[in-house]
């Protein structure tokens, strides 16, 4: 069973930045789009962004467009999330998710899924 293990949370003041990173040991995470999700207490999961299994096609929800950037490190065997420009909103556990289909913004068709590690904007 894929276990997906994400690393990088942390509490971080307004306007700073923090890197999130998604692994999954003993499996190679280019079999997989991975996508990112937040969700804060008592809100929907969100949608964040995706990155094709190949790398080359990536999406971003527009609340975090321009702030986030997601990538894969192939020698790593990673997926990463660079967030900048943080805002107290963006306060919530964040997940990394693999889908054996293409990418969504759905968490509904994500197979498998990490713990989760928190992330705190707060001066």
């Known amino acids: 069973q894929l276990q997906i293990v994400e690393s990088g949370g942390g509490l971080v003041q307004p306007g700073g930045s923090l890197t999130l990173s998604c692994a999954a040991p003993?499996?190679?995470?280019?079999?997989?789009?991975i996508g990112w999700f937040r969700q804060a207490p008592v809100k929907e999961r969100e949608g964040l962004s995706c990155?094709?299994?190949?790398?080359?096609?990536?999406t971003y929800a527009d609340s975090v467009k321009g702030r986030f950037t997601i990538s894969r490190d192939k020698a790593k065997n990673t997926v990463n999330l660079q967030m900048s420009s943080l805002k107290p909103e963006d306060t919530a556990v964040y997940y990394c998710?693999?889908?054996?289909?293409?990418?969504?913004?759905?968490?509904?068709?994500?197979?498998?899924w990490g713990q989760g590690t928190q992330v705190t904007v707060s001066s």
């Open positions: 998710a693999a889908v054996s289909g293409p990418c969504s913004a759905s968490p509904y068709e994500y197979d498998y």
């Open positions: 003993g499996f190679t995470l280019d079999s997989y789009d």
């Open positions: 990155i094709s299994s190949s790398g080359g096609t990536t």
